[in-house]
């Protein structure tokens, strides 16, 4: 569970963005090692960095050219000299321009060089494909970069996550990927103010308890699994929601302690489904717990599938909470 | 002086990308547009002046502010209004939307929402006419932000190698979203990279289209005679702001500027020149504005009569020899 | 089965490189559409493109600059004009400089204009993994690409497979990555002479009949898995050793079937762990053929760490005949 | 003239690398170092004269072709040598090898097997010293070849834009493997691309230590004070093949110019100016090159006799703070 649902701790009600905010706000009064680069970051388009340069100065605070890879790496060659960078990379279909820079320098740099170099580095992307932007703004590429050691990855989905893992990004030693859900953005709860307010990487939050299902959700799946697991309520189906918060490390010992209570697990993912991280939850699962399974697993994804524009072929395409309720049923029926 | 028809028809293409934005943005504030939209309002010479010094079978690519590009090309404004209505007429059958415009039967190949991205793939259509030996050409459009992308110096420095038939064309309108060009690149024009690739390069006034047209084509007959590539930038503006549905939560250019730039529009810029050259009188000229507005609202209500794409429809059309290989599950 | 070992057939005994050669001379040779660009092409360092240009000439084989993203796009302008183009990334680890073009414009333009486009294009990448090259030259990214859609992957393991599916590559309309294991290079085979000897995708390759375990084994792993296969004959344990040979399509009904035979699987995987192929195929299998699995399906994979220099790290760092066959050995006594 | 003992240093570390190429050469023949390496033989001024331009707390990046880079900047030879021998006494304790020597302890770094890619990264130190508020530099080695990749151009104009204490160092050896820079560049030489970026661009004769630590000097005292990045361009030649272990199936070049620049050897260039300017007398010459043998051939001994790795160390050195965290499964 998250520390927000704890009530001794004090709180406020705060959106997904502006908790990423708060985060960086506090990490940068905390540590003046700790910059910020991107894309219109002064002006801020999506409200988590405008005017920052006003309290931190346009020294910490920079407006980059459209030069992903360029800056990308800007920042791995800052991190390596004593800096602690968040660099955001706005929208996540641009970490294939910065591919280069996040595989073959940030992934591989300390490893190569023999623990020589530490690369405190935070890449920020925002996943935008709740709208209709299209094939080239859609991306959910967290996938990739479970398949590349030496990155940490970090999906959080809700404010106060977004804000206590963004923290623990900044003060982390290593490159982590953090992204950002959009479908999230408008979502508030209460967050807690504390500047210490921490969440540790590899520890998931089972955001609710149930005894028939382990329904393991990601990013922007994860209040959508919770309705599912609402609708299912009423017909006597009891699901366990876990949100792993984070995919590098990923907390398999909540997962499987789940699927050996319940017996039957269902992943809900809204990456493409080949090679994703329910993919990935599924094997881990057959491989370590094969025998709690009662019945055979199953992936809720988007399918393998560019995503197209207009509106309405969007319905039922990403995993909506008929399409996981649906997934619970079946695998509830299989017995 | 050139040509009366296409001076004519350059008001009238310049009339119709401003026509179809404008109410490109109502329909969007209507909910009848999906996502947010870029348009090009105020920078239509450019689009109008280079497209109207290629030939129907030379090739551009378009970039996230491109519905102006393929109407410069030629392309009729039902298809691609339909297709930012997201219906199945649409020119893509509504899988790409405002972004991802194309008309492949004008020799459109695509905008690319991904900054600078398309560049290499005009390069690659120029490779392709030299390699079949044709003289055709291929015209890259690309913003001012987008100079700064790896993508676009690899592609002028292969068409320089390769003296392909390649015109880079620029329209620098001053700003990258928020970013002034000040502080994006290191040169205030991007023409100023032509020598670093031995390459032609020229600035002209964006916002008239006959300069544009004249440096255009000047780039595309040496391409077309194997001289190789260059770069021809237009220097223009960006009137309204970087996309609508875009927060912007802070000021960030002087209104001053803009006016400035308003006051330049190159649709009554080139009004003027062709009542002034007695190409067309003001009777004509409103007649045309007239024309084109009523084309654009037939091409808004055969769109609201079609269809919206079935979800099933998002499942067609990944690969080309579907549904022979079922590869999406 | 491939084709090579119908003894109808006439063949010629070739390296794995040397088919890829003649693939491509053929293909050439038949259809002047399709053209050869890449890094020193025309004097080719591997030895599948050098000489090319005297044959076809420097027009149709070209060498390029060292700009992989510029003339990965270049080969999709170029194909979606009217050529085929073969574009040698030579190295799989440049795939990352060149990520954008493959993702954003080879594997999502068809789709995004509708179906205009016609992208015939094969992106040739050798996976160099078995030297002592360091974490920059030993990546084996094919899994990156079966996380996106509108791509097809190609893994050949062997010459005969290399020319057959390198012939069907450069015929079909869709962009392909073709992936060729260094380790596999020096292997020779008969292999069919006919110039329209096609493999095609989506069609694995039984390399052995088993009875008590399904062992899928991919690139490279091909050999090793069959080595590991000998030794365990020799235990009386009975495997079925399939190759898949493409990834994206992938002969689901050939696994599937093969696992409801021997109650048991075990993949080999050059690729890192999380999220590979071999995490495709265990959850795939996990979903659809849960009921016949009689045991913990089990990956044996590159792990999850960015691969070292020097020989004596290399141990056992990658699947080797040695951890498949204890792979499979803990899979059958789990019983 | 330069002070006598920069002028000796430079001498000294010139002959380092060639020793250490020379034998690594032999060593990988002989199997003791394993996989391909790039030497950097005939290019040692180059690495020399610019490095000799730079503070101990000055950061270099380097490429797949940098043995010489952290030789240049004062590693010692011992440690270099034990990673390319694939030891855990070598400076990245086995784990980097040729493509990736990386010295911290001086300011290296790192090698970057990914041609280009290196680039960016000493952009990212030059930010830091200026964010940081010191007056360290950054260099960025990089190769003729590698100028065509678009992160060296995304580098260059970031810099520029924020006036950033870097130095672009081109080796410009006139070859990428086997593409002739007249095949792989619209412009014959790297520091055309300067005035692209309103960035000073010189060329320099690349074999003689002198005039690349001069033009570097001048960049690198530009950039201390404020004054932006700039390139520096060494001409000079590859006379070796590109890689050893690397086959080439084809003559691609022509031994007169080959043969040409091996009369130009920096080393004897240098050491010939040194003797006329009374610096050193032959004897002393003869002497360095004694020395500099005797310290390689001790730092293989003791290379010879230290430890491989473990496997197990093969699973060290990922994260920063493992083993807390145990991600690899
Ligand atoms: C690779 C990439 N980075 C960032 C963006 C976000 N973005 C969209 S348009 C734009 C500015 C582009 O500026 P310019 O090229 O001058 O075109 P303009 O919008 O002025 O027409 C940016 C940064 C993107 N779409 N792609
Ligand atoms: C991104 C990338 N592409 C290709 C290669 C293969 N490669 C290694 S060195 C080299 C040539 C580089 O030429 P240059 O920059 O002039 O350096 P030089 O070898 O001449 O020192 C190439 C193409 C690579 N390592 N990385
Ligand atoms: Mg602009
Ligand atoms: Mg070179």
Redesign the interface.
């Known amino acids: 569970m998250t520390a927000a649902t704890d009530t001794a701790v004090e709180t406020k009600r705060l959106n997904y963005l502006a908790a990423i905010r708060e985060a960086q706000i506090e990490e940068m009064e905390r540590d003046e ?1 700790v ?1 910020l680069l991107g ?2 970051c ?6 988590t960095t ?2 920052l340069d006003e309290q931190f100065g346009t ?2 605070v ?6 992903e ?15 602690r960078p968040i660099i955001d990379l706005t929208i996540a ?2 970490v ?2 910065s ?7 940030a ?14 580095i935070v890449f920020r992307a925002a996943m935008l494909y709740g ?7 859609s991306d959910r ?1 967290y ?2 970069f ?5 990155l ?1 990855v970090a999906v959080p989905a809700s404010p106060a996550d977004a804000k206590g893992l963004l923290k623990t990004a900044v003060r ?3 490159p982590i990927m953090f992204f950002e859900d959009q479908t999230l953005w408008s979502q508030r709860e209460e967050v807690p103010t504390s500047s210490e307010f921490l969440i540790p ?2 520890q998931a939050a089972v955001k609710r308890e149930g005894s028939d299902v382990t329904l393991v959700a990601i990013a922007g799946s994860v209040p959508r699994a919770l309705k599912a697991a609402k609708l299912l309520e009423r017909d006597g189906i009891s699901v366990e929601v876990i949100d792993p918060r984070t995919l ?2 990923l907390d398999w010992d909540t997962i499987l302690a789940s699927v050996e209570k319940t017996g039957r697990l269902v992943v809900a993912d809204p ?10 939850i ?7 717990a ?2 709690s ?1 009662r ?5 809720v994804t988007t ?4 995503v ?10 990403y995993p909506d909470p008929d399409r996981i309720a649906a997934g619970v049923r079946k695998v509830v029926d299989h017995g | 002086m050139h040509d009366k028809d296409l001076l004519v028809e350059m008001q009238r293409r310049m009339l119709r990308i401003r026509r179809l934005d404008d109410r490109a943005r109502e329909l969007n504030l209507q909910g009848e547009i ?3 939209i870029h348009t090009s309002t105020g920078q239509e010479a450019a689009c109008v002046g280079a497209t109207a010094a290629l030939r129907d079978d030379d090739y551009i690519t378009g970039t996230h502010r491109s519905h102006g590009h393929p109407i410069g090309k030629g392309s009729p404004v039902d298809g691609l209004m339909a297709e930012l209505m ?2 199945s007429t ?1 020119v ?1 059958k ?7 415009l194309a008309d492949f039967s004008v020799g459109s190949l695509g905008e ?6 398309g560049v290499p793939v005009a390069v690659g259509a120029g490779l392709s006419a030299k390699i079949r030996g044709t003289d055709q050409v291929a015209l890259a459009f690309f913003g001012d ?2 100079a ?4 676009v110096h690899e592609a002028m420095n292969l068409a320089a190698v390769w003296d392909l038939p390649v015109i880079f064309l620029c329209e620098n309108n001053h700003w ?4 002034s060009v000040c ?3 290191a040169v205030p024009e991007i023409s100023q990279r032509g020598p670093g690739y031995a390459m032609p390069g020229v600035s002209v006034d964006g916002n008239d289209p006959v300069p544009v047209y004249e440096a255009t084509l000047e780039a595309v007959e040496r391409a077309r005679a194997g001289g190789g590539p260059s770069i021809v930038e237009a220097l223009t503006y960006r009137v309204q702001e970087h996309a609508q549905g ?5 000021e ?1 250019r002087e209104q001053a500027e803009i006016d400035e730039w308003l006051g330049r529009d190159p649709i009554d810029v080139h009004g003027a020149s062709l009542v002034a050259a007695g190409v067309l009188t003001e009777t004509e000229l409103s007649q045309l504005v007239e024309e084109v507005h009523e084309e654009m609202e037939a091409a808004i209500e055969a769109a609201r009569a079609a269809e ?4 099933a ?3 067609e059309d ?1 690969y080309a020899d579907e549904p022979d290989v079922a ?3």
């Open positions: 090692s910059i894309e219109d002064e002006v801020g388009v999506f409200g405008d005017k020294n910490r920079r407006t980059t050219p459209v030069s890879n360029g800056f990308a790496g800007a920042g791995i060659g800052a991190a390596m000299t004593g800096l279909a641009f294939y321009v591919m280069d820079q996040l595989v073959s320098q992934a591989k740099n300390r490893y190569m060089f023999g623990g020589q170099a530490r690369i405190p709208g209709n932007a299209g094939a080239h703004h590429p996938p990739l479970m398949n590349t050691p030496g940490k982390d030693d290593n990487f590899g590098v490390p990456a493409h489904l080949s090679c994703s991280a329910a993919s990935e599924l094997a881990t699962v057959a491989e370590r094969f025998s399974l019945v055979p697993p199953l992936r399918p393998d599938m560019n197209p524009f207009a509106p309405s072929m969007l319905v039922g395409f | 999906a996502g947010t997201g219906k649409g893509c509504g899988k790409g939307g405002s972004m991802h690319s929402g991904i900054v600078g991205s932000g987008a700064a992308q790896g993508a990258a979203v928020t970013i502080d994006h690149s875009l927060p912007i939560s802070r960030y919206d794409p079935p979800p429809a998002a499942f990944l590869v999406a599950r």
